[in-house]
Structures are given as C-alpha cells and as structure tokens.
C-alpha cells in the first residue's frame, strides 16, 4: 500500500516533475475521508485477491472456468429491473450505469465449477465487492494511484473490464456502439484517438473499415491497446504551443472514461495531440454532472468550441466539441485552475447492498 501511494506521488508528469501540483490539486479536493476510502480499497482488493485465489485454487482448479462465473452484483440485482424496457432500464440518479444495469438472476451457483452454493454465493459477493473497490478507487483518486494499482497488479484491470463487459450487454444504450456508427462515415484516412478505451471495441469495428484508431488505456492487451495514463501523457505527438504542430490525430474519443479526480488532464492531452479544427467526443454518464454549463466552460477553457451536446439518453450525456485556437500560452497558474476543478464530475458509485 505505502508503495501504491509513493507511486502515486512520485509518478511523474508531462514534464518529468513529479506530480505535486496535480497531486496537491486533488488532496485539496478530497474530503478528508477520501483518501482513506483509497487506501481501505487497495488494501481491501488486496486481501480479497488472497482469499479469492485460496479459494479458487482449493475448489475450482481451472480458474478460467471459476472467473467466468463471477458475476458482479448479480445476486443483488434487482429482478425488476429485467421487465423495464429500453428507456427505463437505466442507471438511477445516484448509481452507476455499470452497477444500475440487470443480469439475470444469477444461476452461477449452479453452474460455478466445484464450487457448492455456499462458497458460490460468498465469491459472488466478494467479486461484487471487489469490483465495487476497483470502481471506487478508479473514480475517486488520481490517475497516478490508478495506473500504479494496475502496474502492479494488472488482473485488477481484467477483473473490472469483467464487470464493465458484463453490465455493458444489458445496457439499453452504448456510447461506443454510437460513435461506431457515427464514425463509420467518416473518410477512410480519418485517424481517431480513444483515450480509455477499455477493450478497444471502437479500433475492433472501425480498422477493418480502414479508419485508424489508436487505442490507450491503463493497461495494453498487446494487440490494440497501447498502455497510457491518459490524464498525464498520452504517448503520440503535438505540441502545445499556442499553433501547435506535429498533430496527427483528426478525432479524440473519451467514451465513459474521465474517471480519475485529475481528468481535465486528460482534455489537455487531447488538445495537444488533436489537429487544427480536431474534434473532441465526450460521453459522460449523466449522473455524473454537478453543473453541465461549468463542465462545459472547462472544456472549453482549454481551448474548445461546443458543436453539439445530446443528453437525449437517460443515461449519457454526448458532447461534440471542436478544437480552436488559443489566444495566448496557458500559464502554469491557469492549468493549476483547470486542475483543481476534477470535481464537477462525481464518481459513478456502486451502491453497497
Ligand atoms: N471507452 C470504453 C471503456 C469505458 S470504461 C467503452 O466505452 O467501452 C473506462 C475506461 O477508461 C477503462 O478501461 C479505464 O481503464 C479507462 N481509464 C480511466 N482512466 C484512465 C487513465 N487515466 N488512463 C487510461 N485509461 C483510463
């Protein structure tokens, strides 16, 4: 844990310094609980992850079979939620669209490889949990403690893509099969940037159709996605002089992936690596917004115009932005500002049942 932390602290930014000013810009945002909320779920992930693998081994040997099985939330959900139809099926105010959304009830137990109704039911409420902690700690620290969590352990990153795939089948509405079909249109030469792409479904349907996606997330499948901190440095070219040069990237996708407190980063890395006139795509859960115009004029203070915003969907909200040109070098004390203002998006929480 302490080296989580160090890790977090010592990670470096865009310029090789450490991360003090953004890592000050968030302990200042924290509620003083929050940091301990942090460490409780490293350690806590921690700790399950032994039991878990104890258990696993000892009753179900072929784990693959076993991880398959995990369901996150399945047994809590509510059977309800099965009969609602496209518009309703949706995440609450307060929830999480991953958390909110309905797997069947769960027949796990019945079909969980060597495991008895009693151990089945336990591992489902541990992974919920789990999966719950790895959300948290995702939402509610800085992108430095997430990219080290997942350094050091990167079934972290499996065990929350799980989850995420799982919801993501029933959810009424998908940001990213939006953005295939809207992307797909555009002209082959077209080369998009998903910054947290997860498992890369946008470069898996749009690079067959001959667009270029390039695909970063926290941890690389060795195929599409290239590993990144996405809120500190993504890894392709463009400057951040007033001009800019050297930018090859015609759209940047942010599709559900703002998450760690220190995310207006992120949209300074798009900025930077987007061409003249690039376009920015935003899709955040809707919950998620304290103030809609606030988030809107951060966005745009970093140097965007708003072309569109579509909150037609319960449950995300779609912006289109496009990038112009700053008047002048952003000072230090300017980017500080924009920093510190990570919390006009909450976390998108599990609720605890
Ligand atoms: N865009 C994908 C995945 C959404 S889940 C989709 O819509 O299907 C959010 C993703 O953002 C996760 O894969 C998470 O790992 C990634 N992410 C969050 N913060 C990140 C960061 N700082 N750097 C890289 N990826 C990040």
Redesign the pocket.
């Known amino acids: 844990m302490r080296k989580l932390d160090e890790g977090g602290e010592g990670a470096k930014d865009r310029k090789g310094k450490k991360r003090k000013t953004s890592d000050a810009g968030v302990k200042k945002q924290r509620a003083p609980s929050e940091g301990g909320v942090h460490e409780e779920s490293a350690a806590a992930l921690k700790k399950k992850d032994k039991k878990d693998k104890k258990r696993s081994s000892q009753s179900a040997p072929d784990r693959s079979d076993t991880r398959v099985s995990r369901s996150p939330e399945r047994k809590h959900e509510s059977p309800k939620r099965q009969d609602k139809g496209p518009s309703q099926a949706a995440v609450t105010k307060d929830s999480n669209p991953a958390a909110g959304s309905t797997p069947s009830k769960s027949k796990t137990s019945r079909t969980a490889p060597g495991l008895t109704d009693l151990q089945a039911k336990m591992k489902q409420s541990l992974d919920g949990a789990r999966f719950r902690l790895i959300n948290e700690t ?1 939402y509610r620290s800085d ?1 430095g403690h ?2 080290q969590m ?1 350094r050091e352990d990167p079934e972290v ?1 499996e065990e ?2 799980k989850g ?1 795939r799982h919801q ?1 089948q029933s959810w009424p509405a ?3 099969s939006h953005y295939i079909q809207s992307l797909s249109a555009y002209p082959p030469k077209t080369v998009i940037a ?6 890369a ?2 470069a898996k349907a749009l690079v067959p159709k001959g667009l270029t996606v390039l695909s ?4 690389s499948d060795g195929k599409y996605v290239v590993e ?5 440095k993504v890894p392709l070219p463009g400057s951040e002089a007033a001009e800019g040069e050297g930018q090859v990237v015609d759209v940047v ?8 407190t220190n ?1 207006p980063g ?1 949209i300074r890395e798009a900025w930077r690596v987007l061409k003249a006139d690039g376009e920015l795509k935003i ?1 955040e859960v809707a919950s998620r917004f304290t103030d809609v115009e606030a988030f809107v004029s951060l966005i745009s203070s970093v140097g965007f115009k708003l072309k569109s915003k579509d909150d037609r969907n319960t449950h995300f909200t779609l912006f289109e932005f496009r990038k112009i040109a700053r008047k002048s070098a952003m000072s230090e004390k300017e980017w500080s500002k924009i920093m510190s203002r990570g919390s006009l998006l909450k976390p998108c929480e599990y609720k605890r049942r």
């Open positions: 995702l992108s997430a990219y997942m990153f929350y893509h995420f993501v998908n940001p990213v998903d910054l947290g792409c997860g498992d479904a946008l970063f997330d926290l941890v990144a901190d996405i809120c500190a996708v942010c599709a559900l992936s703002l998450m760690g995310w992120c899709a």
